[in-house]
Nanobody, 115 residues
Framework: QVQLRESGGGLVQAGGSLRLSCLIS????????WAWYRQSPGKQRELVAQ???????NYVDFVKGRFTISKDDARNIQYLQMNTLKPEDTAVYYC?????????WGQGTQVTVSS
């Protein structure tokens, strides 16, 4: 089993920055991808960024150049640095990890960007 706990969400003005953290515990040795998703009211949950065990990253177009995913393997924390935030980035952000047999999700953290 793997447990995830996000933190770092909050209210920020447009153009500002936030860093989300996801503390990972349990069978962390089995994880091979780490990702951040988000879900806005009335919309489906969507992928934001992903990083694999080799450090290769993948970003969706609407965050490229603004968001950075990273992970600290020694501390079992994954991060999402979000810069130049826009009102349309307002959503609940979830961390997700993939292990050998399933995906695990955090409970989500609210990010609200005011105009």
């Amino acid at each position: 089993q793997v447990q995830l706990r996000e933190s770092g969400g909050g209210l920020v003005q447009a153009g500002g920055s936030l860093r989300l953290s996801c503390l990972i515990s349990g069978r962390t040795f089995s994880i091979y991808t780490w990702a951040w998703y988000r879900q806005s009211p009335g919309k489906q949950r969507e992928l934001v960024a992903q990083i694999d065990s080799t450090g290769r990253t993948n970003y969706v177009d609407f965050v490229k150049g603004r968001f950075t995913i990273s992970k600290d393997d020694a501390r079992n924390i994954q991060y999402l640095q979000m810069n130049t935030l826009k009102p349309e980035d307002t959503a609940v952000y979830y961390c997700r990890v993939s292990s050998s047999n399933r995906n695990y999700w955090g409970q989500g953290t609210q990010v609200t960007v005011s105009s």
